[in-house]
């Protein structure tokens, strides 16, 4: 028998998906898994740097909750496509979406990285080097809130939020009052398993997103999707907005 062009992936068995909805951790059903395995397999080039910059994460005892490498590429496309010479990224843990987006900036392009914890930010510095675009990058230590201001007088192409869900609505003001024509601002984490249906106030970072996305569809600055995800990660989502 002929040789399959295509990859082989090794497949769970097949699992009904879940009736309700996964828990707020964003429960893994195993195919979801394994056709994001299957995505990276046929349209992802395996990278030493990126893999070890998560072996790296693990190692320092970081929680495991950087984008998928899908996600990643898409982050990285976007930057490609708006041609991105100033990238702003809140939350960097150990530099892994820092990395798919540095190697999305144009020539002579710069993204900025705020962390608020300086061992997390020593081991993405480690990281971003390895993987070759330490010196287009900052990585800028302590509370995004209170960096901001250092930033004033920028603009910027593509902004990535995925720092803490309380802050979400100030940093997207923050990041639509700093725009450039046709610029983008991402946000990670809408859907966290479902929980942003739920009214009762009960955590704080549910309540973040849910203000930040009744804000956004009121913002005449901008035009704004969200998207819910499956996947390696679960049950979740972004929302996309595009400025002017
Ligand atoms: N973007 C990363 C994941 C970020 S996880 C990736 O996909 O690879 C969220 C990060 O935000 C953590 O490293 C956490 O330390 C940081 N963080 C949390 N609160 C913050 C704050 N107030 N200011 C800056 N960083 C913060
Ligand atoms: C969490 C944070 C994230 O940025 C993410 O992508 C997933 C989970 C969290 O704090 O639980
Ligand atoms: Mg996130």
Known sequence: MARSRYPRVVRAPRVAPPAVRPGRQGGVNQDWAAVDAAFESWLDEP?????????????????????????GKLLHLLAV??????????????????????????????????????????????????????????????????????????????????ADKVSTPLYFDWAVAHPRSGGMVVVDNVVRGGAVVDDSGADANVEGIRQFMAAAGRDPRVSVTAIQTVGAKGYDGFALAVVG
Do not use: H
């Open 47 to 71: 990278d030493e740097t990126l893999t070890m910059a998560l072996a790296d994460a693990v190692a320092a005892g970081m929680p495991g909750i950087n984008v998928t490498p899908m996600q």
């Open 81 to 162: 496509s708006l041609r991105a010479t100033r990238i702003l990224e809140f939350g960097t843990l150990a530099g892994y979406s820092t990395i798919w987006l540095a190697r999305g900036l144009a020539d002579g392009g710069r993204l900025t990285t705020l962390e608020r914890e300086p061992s997390y930010a020593e081991v993405a510095r480690a990281n971003l080097a390895r993987a070759g675009v330490g010196d287009r990058v900052d990585v800028v230590v302590g509370a995004a809130a209170q960096s901001l201001p250092s930033l004033d007088a920028e603009t910027f192409d593509l902004t990535f939020i995925d």
